[in-house]
């Protein structure tokens, strides 16, 4: 393993543990990179492409590990909670400015449930970004460096690498894509 695969593993590793965007985002971005250096010995060999492929599918797999499926993007927080109508305050106004405690906790609590739902919202908005990019990744990668005569290996691979059955099949499916474009 070299450095930049030791990176891309490490930041794999720390996103698995901390689910931060960031550090998935960080190792798609250098395994993009991987072999664009023309001073990296070993950049055009077939272990090299195959080692970056191995790096992909992982991705897919931290995000898969991750990823909710069933989450309904339809669902978007809301940009300012009201308060409760006995208030007669607007939305968005400080908890502070409720006298009354039972109040004033009951609207904290739901600024709060909506913070949580931002949050949640913005990850797996930002875990479909990266299935996206690592997919186009993927598919260049495999255009640029496979030909038809690796479908039957590369398929494999996906099936022995990839644990979510959906993205099993898609990967598949693309494969099957990409070596029926014409080159």
């Not at 930041?11 to 001073?39: C, H, M, S, T, Y």
């Not at 970004?129 to 495999?142: G, I, S």
């Amino acid at each position: 393993m070299n450095i930049k695969e030791g990176e891309v593993t490490e930041l794999l590793r720390r996103f698995g543990q901390a689910g931060d965007i960031r550090d998935l985002r960080k190792a798609l971005a250098v395994i993009e990179n991987l072999g664009q250096d023309p001073r990296e010995a070993q950049t055009h060999s077939q272990a090299a492409h195959t080692e970056k492929l191995h790096l992909l599918l992982a991705v897919f797999n931290h995000i898969d590990a991750k990823i909710k499926s069933e989450f309904n993007f339809e669902d978007v927080p809301a940009m300012n909670i009201a308060p409760p109508p006995e208030t007669g305050l607007p939305a968005g106004v400080d908890p502070s400015a409720i006298a009354d405690p039972t109040i004033r906790t009951q609207y904290e609590k739901e600024i709060a449930a909506n913070q949580a739902k931002a949050r949640l919202y913005e990850f797996q908005l930002g875990l479909h970004k990266a299935a996206r990019a690592c997919t186009d990744a993927f598919d260049k990668h495999v255009y640029m460096h496979y030909t038809k005569s690796s479908d039957v290996v590369l398929a494999k691979l996906v099936d022995e690498t990839i644990r979510s059955n959906n993205r099993r099949a898609s990967l598949k499916d693309l494969l099957s894509t990409i070596f029926a474009r014409p080159r």
